[in-house]
């Protein structure tokens, strides 16, 4: 059975994630950042979450 990853932490990740990333977050925009971190993530649940039969292809790749 595999491993539940821990529950995501947006104040952990946004902490860890902006000096990898070269970030400096002013601290009065750490608070509306979680809070889209929160919502981004709640939308990931939703797609991550959606049952697909095994026999569903990826959709083609169309260009003009």
Known sequence: MPETPP????????AAAAPLLGLEIDPAWIAPVTANLRVLAAAAELVAGFPLPDAVEAASRFEA
Do not use: L, M, N, T
Request: hydrophobic residues 40%.
């Open 7 to 14: 529950p995501f932490d947006p104040d952990a990740y946004a």
